[in-house]
């Protein structure tokens, strides 16, 4: 009797630990179709995002090009007006059409930002390395960004410390990153200089820096420097023109062509921003 009654007990248990096992199991299953349909509802929303992604992309380069036209042929109107030595403009009239070229050379350079953005973020960039001689770099530049300096107080000087080889990369995005970078610096720097120096850095890297003496940018700014669309907050601010994404594009550039961005700034005390990038493109 003792042991029918103990066989009892040990059936009664397993009957109760195997109730337990079969409710564990339908728990787990309904867990189970719930992570399937969460993964699937995660599935279907990033497509989602994806689809929403392309098409920003394509909506503002189609938007960006439809600009570019018209902004061109403002640019040039203007440029005519004001050199149209036939029938010349009285001061008051070249001072606006002044301003309307002037107006359409920031839109030109919006627009072109944008654009840039959008191929980034489409991964639609593309290098296409071939030879670079900084020499010949420094020259064009020195030349292109005579306007921005004209005018100006602030000095722009190219220093090479020593005579470098040639690279191998992409010249129109290396254009670029240093143009964006010299232009922030012109912008934010009302007296003193703007210095572009390049270095070398062991056999495989070469650096680039421009250096300001311009307001400066405080600590707790510097994380998000580089973020898109980001302007900072500055006395300067009102007065300067743009879409807060020239420091985002040097960033992606840089880090497009193998290389890295870095700062160092302090308010009143001027900025270097230094770009480090591999001698020959892999």
């Given at each position: 009797m003792r042991?029918?009654?103990?066989?009892?007990?040990?059936?009664?248990?397993?009957?109760?630990?195997?109730?337990?096992?079969?409710?564990?199991?339908?728990?787990?299953?309904?867990?189970?179709?719930?992570?399937?349909?969460?993964?699937?509802?995660?599935?279907?929303?990033?497509?989602m995002l994806a689809q929403t992604s392309e098409l920003k992309s394509r909506l503002v380069s189609l938007v960006s090009h439809e600009f570019r036209t018209p902004l061109g042929s403002i640019q040039m109107l203007a440029e005519l007006l004001l050199t149209d030595g036939?029938?010349?403009?009285?001061?008051?009239?070249?001072?606006?059409i002044a301003l309307i070229r002037q107006t359409a050379v920031e839109l030109s350079e919006m627009v072109d930002d944008l654009l840039d953005l959008s191929k980034a973020q489409a991964g639609k960039l593309q290098v296409h390395p071939t030879l670079?001689?900084?020499?010949?770099?420094?020259?064009?530049?020195r030349v292109l960004l005579r306007p921005l300096t004209s005018a100006s107080p602030v000095e722009l000087r190219f220093e090479l410390e020593e005579p470098l080889p040639p690279m191998f990369s992409d010249a129109p995005k290396l254009s670029l990153i240093l143009r964006n970078l010299i232009s922030n610096a012109l912008k934010f720097t009302t007296e003193g200089e703007v210095i572009v120096r390049a270095s070398a850095i062991g056999p495989?890297?070469?650096?680039?820096?421009?250096q300001d003496t311009g307001i400066g940018i405080a600590a707790e700014d510097l994380p998000r420097l580089f973020e898109d669309f980001r302007q900072l907050e500055n006395p300067l601010q009102t007065?300067?023109?743009?879409?807060?994404?020239?420091?985002?594009?040097?960033?992606?550039?840089?880090?497009?062509?193998?290389g890295t961005v870095s700062v160092e700034s302090e308010p009143g005390a001027g900025s270097i921003f230094t770009v480090r990038l591999p001698r020959g493109w892999k």
């Open positions: 042991q029918n009654r103990e066989l009892v007990e040990v059936l009664n248990a397993l009957r109760a630990q195997s109730e337990v096992l079969a409710q564990a199991n339908l728990e787990l299953e309904e867990t189970n179709r719930g992570v399937v349909a969460l993964h699937a509802e995660l599935d279907a929303r990033a497509e036939t029938h010349p403009l009285a001061a008051p009239h070249r001072a606006h670079v001689h900084v020499e010949e770099l420094f020259s064009a530049l495989d890297h070469l650096c680039f820096q421009v007065e300067v023109k743009g879409t807060g994404l020239g420091l985002s594009l040097v960033r992606r550039f840089s880090e497009f062509l193998g």
